[in-house]
Structure formats: C-alpha cells, structure tokens
C-alpha cells in the first residue's frame, strides 16, 4: 500500500488494487491549498474547515464521517467516536478515529484527538501497524501526549501529522518537540511526500517517519 502526504492531516491512502482514501481534506484557510487529488472515499474526523473540505476530493468520493464500519473493494474501515477536547466534547465536540486495514496492514488515522490517552481507548484502538498522528498542540493532543500514544500503541511506523510549518495559519507547534522526544536512530525525516508499505517492511521496532508535503 501507499501513503502519501497531502499536508495538515491529509494523507492519500492507496491498497495495491487501487481503492483509495484520502482522510481530513483541508481548506486553503490554513495557509496552504490541497493538492489535485482524487479517491472512491474521504473520510472526515470533524467538521472544522481544516479538516472537511471533502468538495476538495475529485472522483465522486463516498463521504465518511461517523461511528460505523465500512467496507470498500480490498479495504476495510472501522470508525471509533473519541473526542476533540480532555473535557468529552465540551470545548471542541466529538472526533472520529479511522482504522484501515489494507494488504494485511493496520493504518490508524486518529483525526484531532484531543483526550487523554486511556487503558479502554487503547483497548479499542489496537491493533496498529502504522500510526498517523497529531503532535501540534493547542487543538489536539501535545508532543508529550503523542509519545504516550505511541509508547502504549507500539506501532511499527509513526507518521506525525498536524503541526506547524512555515505556511501554517493556526497556533500549533512543529513536528520538531514531537521528533525530540526520540532518539536519533528512530526517526526519518523524508525528502518524499510518499512511502510504499508492506508486511516485509515491519522490522518489531518503532520507527517515525516524517513525510514532506510537495
């Protein structure tokens, strides 16, 4: 499969047959556009304008955006309500964290997780191959809560997401204090906005990848 960086917290997701998903399209209020992209599915975290720009998505996308099970040619998506705030919903509302199973691989998208990391979310989260994960702050959970994730999680590949870059318009912080937390040897910073994955690619390790958006 192939996961591919369209900036914020946007990724295109694509199974070996095909089948695409892109998750949490963004409006150009954040400071940038989102890249001509196409897909069978768009799956939304929250209706906030950085994250629901499904008109953004060429190819006549099913629209996905609440607590269910999907299924698609090849690929299966488990959507499990959590939320944006450490108040239940509150201060921000609900989120919706997506799991993806494609070519045997566990993908977790975990939207703008804003809550606590917790023995019974875990518990409904697992299991998870890679991790797309919001490490910004202010509106998701922080850098230091992002390392807990991923200590409690234990996935093979970390992919960060949410933070700030040059461009970025909303008060976050860059994927710098997420990435300080590991050591030098974990981390990835790509000069791609693409990977390619497969089960031979899982090593027993944690890695953090950091994708650059084109």
Partial sequence: MKIKYL??????????????????????????????????????????????????????????DKEASYDLPGVEIHAIKSFHDSVRGKKRGENVIFKFRMDGLDICHLGDLGEACTAELIELILPVDVLLIPVGG????????????????????????????????????KVDEFINLFDDELVTEEDADEIELSRNDLTGETR???????
């Fill in 7 to 64: 900036g914020h917290s946007s990724f295109k997701l694509t199974e070996s047959t095909g089948t695409s998903v892109v998750t949490d399209p963004y409006s150009p209020e954040i400071g940038f556009s989102m890249p001509e992209v196409s897909a069978d599915a768009v799956t939304v975290s929250h209706h906030h304008f950085d994250h629901d720009n499904v008109n953004a998505v060429g190819g006549n996308p099913e629209i996905i």
């Fill in 138 to 173: 202010n509106y998701t959970i922080d850098a230091e809560t992002a390392k807990e994730y991923v200590d409690r999680l234990m996935p093979e590949i970390v992919i960060p997401m949410h933070y700030r870059t040059k461009e970025t318009k909303i008060d976050i912080e």
């Fill in 208 to 214: 953090i990848i950091v994708l650059r958006r084109s």
